[in-house]
């Protein structure tokens, strides 16, 4: 496995995710990712890991998966000057035959959108902004890591845009973001509420067949 310094890189995102694929070796690191993104590691890894968790994957899949999204969340919100992972997690890895079959399909919407993207509404990338992301972000990752059926594609989604968003510095894409987060949040009371009346309706419905449970 090689070693990772860091440095930063000035290719477009769609250009790394494509020369991360060609290497003749079998196997594709964490720690590679976390090199080749350089300073764009925050938004770059959060649109990567975001896409992969936006898959139909077997269960308990995103468990695992959203961890790393998780410790991005909260370095984002305090602010840390570098993406750090731990040694366990620079060391997990992929088969880059796979990798290549997935950036394939995905590359070009993400060609597309870099073509529309740019700097703008830079408030909505600015320190604060990006505190209050992190923060978002991380009650989507603890969403995202619970073995919810069906749970995981709205927030890995909604984590991706805000990537895509911090590592352009488009503030639409934040704003789009934004939008995710709050559509799911009103999704998540309504399912709520409507579970919680029929749990409701369900006991009394007993309560009044089995006088003795009331």
């Known amino acids: 496995m090689p070693d990772y310094d860091y440095e930063a890189d000035a290719r477009r995102f769609s250009t790394v995710l494509e020369d991360l694929g060609e290497p003749d070796r079998p196997k594709l690191y964490m720690g ?7 300073e764009r590691g925050f938004g770059a890894l959060m649109v990567f890991l975001g896409l992969i968790n936006a898959l139909p994957l077997p269960p308990g899949s995103t468990t695992v998966l959203g961890a790393p999204l998780l410790l991005l969340a909260l370095q984002l ?13 620079l060391k997990g890895s992929m088969d880059r035959s796979t990798y290549r079959s997935a950036v394939a399909r995905v590359l070009p919407t993400i060609r597309k959108f870099e073509r529309l993207s740019r700097p703008r ?27 919810i059926w069906g749970g995981n594609m709205v927030p890995a989604i909604v984590m991706a845009t805000f990537g895509f968003g911090l590592m352009q510095r488009d503030g639409y894409f934040i704003a789009a973001g934004w939008v995710g987060v709050v ?3 009103v999704f998540v009371w309504l399912a709520w509420e409507v579970i919680w009346r029929v749990l409701k309706w369900t006991f009394d419905a007993w309560s009044h067949a089995l006088p003795g449970l009331s």
């Open 77 to 89: 919100t305090f602010q840390s000057d570098q993406v750090w992972m731990p040694k366990w997690a």
């Open 121 to 147: 509404l830079l408030f909505m990338t600015s320190q604060v902004a990006q505190i209050a992301i992190g923060i978002a972000s991380a009650a989507l990752a603890i969403i995202l890591i619970l073995p």
């Open 32 to 38: 590679e990712l976390v090199n080749a993104f350089g």
């Open 183 to 185: 559509g799911f949040t």
